[in-house]
Antibody, heavy 121, light 109 residues
Framework: QVQLQESGPGLVKPSQTLSLTCTVSGGSISSGSYYWSWIRQPAGKGLEWIGRIYTSGSTNYNPSLKSRVTISVDTSKNQFSLKLSSVTAADTAVYYC?????????????WGQGTLVTVSS | SSELTQDPAVSVALGQTVRITCQGDSLRSYYASWYQQKPGQAPVLVIYGKNNRPSGIPDRFSGSSSGNTASLTITGAQAEDEADYYCNSRDSSGNQDVVFGGGTKLTVL
């Protein structure tokens, strides 16, 4: 059973960089044809896809966030990471990492439990 | 357009059948996937593709699609089905990889 776990600071100051890591267990991040995504959800609102990465390092980002987002992967640690720069209060949300199938279909079959990141001074 | 539109709220009597819909131009080209999210929990995939259920998802959940509309049907809704439901699909407009619907709050009466 694949499991994902987000980790990182729960509080980030405005204008700083949000950094989160997702650790994958129960399987290799390099196996199969899966991508690995970050998705966020502000309190009381819907889901917003942030971006995805393949183990080759190939990335795709949401155009609305592209200028501020970097997703990277460390296959030796079975982890992938998110960096979001120049954060504002609008970036306060629960951040999820998810395993992603991209083959005609596009779905997220395993999710982390989510981690709340608050942007505040 | 790269948007997926869902009704904000739907209700169903216990044991009855309910259909939750998702509309968008992308659905003319791609199947939707559906997620159930209970308060304080991560979303759970319940339907993907034409009508596929991940292991552990009850068979009362089913999916269908016609034109620009995808539907999630719960046949014989249970109290534990009360949750928010989100659809997503690839984005056919090319603006971005994937789009989510705004979510539907399902109340089981």
């Amino acid at each position: 059973q694949v499991q994902l776990q987000e980790s990182g600071p729960g509080l980030v100051k405005p204008s700083q960089t949000l950094s989160l890591t997702c650790t994958v267990s129960g399987g290799s991040i390099s196996s199969g044809s899966y991508y690995w995504s970050w998705i966020r959800q502000p309190a009381g609102k819907g889901l917003e896809w942030i971006g995805r990465i393949y183990t080759s390092g190939s990335t795709n980002y949401n155009p609305s966030l592209k200028s501020r987002v970097t997703i990277s992967v460390d296959t030796s640690k079975n982890q992938f990471s998110l960096k979001l720069s120049s954060v504002t209060a609008a970036d306060t949300a629960v951040y999820y990492c998810a395993r992603t199938m991209v083959r005609g279909l596009y779905y997220f079959d395993y999710w982390g439990q989510g981690t709340l990141v608050t942007v505040s001074s | 357009s790269s948007e997926l539109t869902q009704d904000p709220a739907v209700s169903v009597a216990l044991g009855q059948t309910v259909r939750i819909t998702c509309q968008g131009d992308s659905l003319r080209s791609y199947y939707a996937s559906w997620y159930q999210q209970k308060p304080g929990q991560a979303p759970v995939l319940v339907i993907y593709g034409k009508n596929n259920r991940p292991s552990g998802i009850p068979d009362r959940f089913s999916g269908s699609s016609s034109g620009n509309t995808a539907s999630l049907t719960i046949t014989g809704a249970q109290a534990e089905d009360e949750a928010d439901y989100y659809c997503n699909s690839r984005d056919s407009s090319g603006n971005q990889d994937v789009v989510f619907g705004g979510g539907t709050k399902l109340t089981v009466l």
